[in-house]
């Protein structure tokens, strides 16, 4: 069946560019998704085993698998006007489709790798190709071939990853997401059409960045659940409180950090960009590290909450003071996207984070967590200090 007119369905410039309600609908399912990620990493972190870096390395797939199948349906919507009936029965089926990927998280590499692997590859298949099936002799078709092209060529390595066990899925299915990422990078080469081109990616910058604000906020909301669950199932304890009040207070600075200038301005420095398609692209990699930086750290107080003063091993410093790093190397990324030039305050706190970390070896997790917090309050008042009755910075974007 070929459904034509698909032209209309895309978007045009007196579209909205803000997210609609079914978009942050479909963001709640990512917020039970990011929840089943830490959970599971959590888990592993505890049994302290020896398989600990494999489970994270497991955990790590998982939510790099997530948030490119997120990223592509950001990407879609930029494009096509969701408000739309066939677009949004596409993110409705995205949605279903993502709460089937998160409920099978916990055993995606157990049981349920088949419906983690067949949801993941029917999704990153469907959309492009109902879509595509629309722009039937659009120039603008071609896009959706190249994603559909992509998709055949590493669908075999997720489902046959799916139908084996143990070290071998890890394999294949780091494989397939390798081979996928780099599609993204490159923009799908495909034989006879070659990479797609930035004039070829009209979207609504605004709408990008609006929605990776709300993922972040996302990722953020996912802290607070994990902390909050792991305070309400303790004692109640002097030490249990004071590392549930470290931990929110490190997600609001967070939450500070971020939007300090270059998060408020994202929108702005799409507009500014001299190529809003690269852009864009950049900003996805960056967003991503930021978000693994904000899991981590949930995945660390989370820990931290339930024992406070319990023993602190490699693996527990490395969560605990590896996500607040990652997030602040992501900022630093950030920061120099929109406005060309990388702040000392960001590279100041990435190192104080790697001086402090063998010294944590030595405390108990309350006082890991207090030191990495008041890092983090140090980065936010030298912010609040050097911006203190001066005009905001306008974006300068160099890509």
Same mark, same amino acid.
Do not use: N
């Given at each position: 069946?070929?459904?034509?007119?698909?032209?209309?369905?895309?978007?045009?410039?007196?579209?909205?560019?803000?997210?609609?309600?079914?978009?942050?609908?479909?963001?709640?399912?990512?917020?039970?998704?990011?929840?089943?990620?830490?959970?599971?990493?959590? !888990?592993? =972190?505890?049994?302290?085993?020896?398989? $600990?870096? *494999?489970?994270?390395? +497991?955990?790590? %797939? #998982?939510? &790099? @698998? /997530?948030?490119?199948?997120?990223?592509?349906?950001?990407?879609?919507?930029?494009?096509?006007?969701?408000?739309?009936?066939?677009?949004?029965?596409?993110?409705?089926?995205?949605?279903?489709?993502?709460?089937?990927?998160?409920?099978?998280?916990?055993?995606?590499?157990?049981? !349920?790798? =088949?419906?983690?692997?067949?949801?993941? $590859?029917? *999704?990153?298949?469907? +959309?492009?190709? %109902? #879509?595509? &099936? @629309? /722009?039937?002799?659009?120039?603008?078709?071609?896009?959706?071939?190249?994603?559909?092209?992509?998709?055949?060529?590493?669908?075999?390595?997720?489902?046959?990853?799916?139908?084996?066990?143990?070290?071998?899925?890890?394999?294949?299915?780091?494989?397939?997401?390798?081979?996928?990422?780099?599609?993204?990078?490159?923009?799908?080469?495909?034989?006879?059409?070659?990479?797609?081109?930035?004039?070829?990616?009209?979207?609504?910058?605004?709408?990008?960045?609006?929605?990776?604000?709300?993922?972040?906020?996302?990722?953020?909301?996912?802290?607070?659940?994990?902390?909050?669950?792991?305070?309400?199932?303790?004692?109640?304890?002097?030490?249990?409180?004071?590392?549930?009040?470290?931990?929110?207070?490190?997600?609001?600075?967070?939450?500070?950090?971020?939007?300090?200038?270059?998060?408020?301005?994202?929108?702005?420095?799409?507009?500014?960009?001299?190529?809003?398609?690269?852009?864009?692209?950049?900003?996805?990699?960056?967003?991503?590290?930021?978000?693994?930086?904000?899991?981590?750290?949930?995945?660390?107080?989370?820990?931290?909450?339930?024992?406070?003063?319990?023993?602190?091993?490699?693996?527990?410093?490395?969560?605990?003071?590896?996500?607040?790093?990652?997030?602040?190397?992501?900022?630093?990324?950030?920061?120099?996207?929109?406005?060309?030039?990388?702040?000392?305050?960001?590279?100041?706190?990435?190192?104080?984070?790697?001086?402090?970390?063998?010294?944590?070896?030595?405390?108990?997790?309350?006082?890991?967590?207090?030191?990495?917090?008041?890092?983090?309050?140090?980065?936010?008042?030298?912010?609040?200090?050097?911006?203190?009755?001066?005009?905001?910075?306008?974006?300068?974007?160099?890509?």
């Amino acid at each position: 069946m070929v459904l034509g007119g698909g032209a209309e369905l895309l978007r045009r410039e007196e579209s909205s560019p803000r997210a609609t309600f079914l978009e942050l609908f479909l963001d709640l399912v990512y917020v039970f998704a990011l929840t089943r990620v830490s959970q599971r990493l959590v !888990h592993d =972190l505890t049994q302290l085993d020896q398989e $600990v870096f *494999l489970e994270a390395l +497991r955990a790590l %797939v #998982l939510l &790099l @698998t /997530l948030w490119l199948l997120w990223s592509m349906t950001t990407l879609m919507t930029s494009r096509f006007d969701p408000e739309r009936p066939l677009v949004q029965g596409v993110v409705v089926v995205t949605m279903f489709g993502s709460m089937v990927m998160a409920v099978a998280v916990p055993q995606a590499f157990g049981g !349920h790798g =088949l419906m983690f692997a067949l949801a993941y $590859v029917l *999704l990153q298949f469907g +959309r492009p190709f %109902v #879509l595509g &099936l @629309t /722009l039937r002799g659009d120039p603008r078709q071609r896009i959706s071939v190249r994603l559909v092209f992509w998709v055949l060529c590493t669908a075999p390595l997720w489902i046959v990853g799916a139908l084996v066990t143990g070290d071998l899925r890890l394999l294949l299915w780091g494989l397939a997401l390798v081979a996928d990422y780099l599609g993204h990078l490159l923009r799908w080469p495909t034989p006879r059409l070659g990479s797609s081109t930035s004039p070829e990616w009209a979207f609504a910058g605004e709408h990008i960045a609006e929605r990776y604000q709300q993922f972040f906020l996302i990722a953020l909301g996912e802290s607070i659940l994990v902390t909050g669950f792991a305070f309400s199932g303790g004692d109640f304890t002097a030490a249990q409180s004071a590392a549930f009040l470290i931990a929110f207070t490190t997600t609001v600075l967070l939450w500070r950090v971020y939007f300090f200038q270059a998060g408020f301005l994202l929108a702005a420095a799409f507009g500014t960009a001299r190529d809003p398609a690269r852009f864009a692209w950049s900003a996805t990699y960056t967003h991503l590290v930021i978000v693994a930086g904000v899991v981590t750290t949930a995945v660390g107080y989370e820990l931290v909450v339930a024992r406070p003063l319990g023993h602190t091993d490699g693996a527990w410093v490395g969560v605990i003071v590896g996500g607040p790093l990652l997030f602040l190397a992501g900022r630093a990324r950030f920061g120099y996207e929109v406005f060309g030039t990388v702040l000392r305050s960001r590279l100041l706190g990435i190192v104080a984070l790697v001086a402090a970390a063998p010294g944590m070896l030595f405390v108990p997790p309350l006082a890991v967590a207090g030191t990495v917090s008041t890092i983090l309050l140090g980065i936010a008042l030298h912010d609040l200090a050097r911006t203190r009755g001066r005009q905001p910075k306008p974006p300068a974007s160099p890509l």
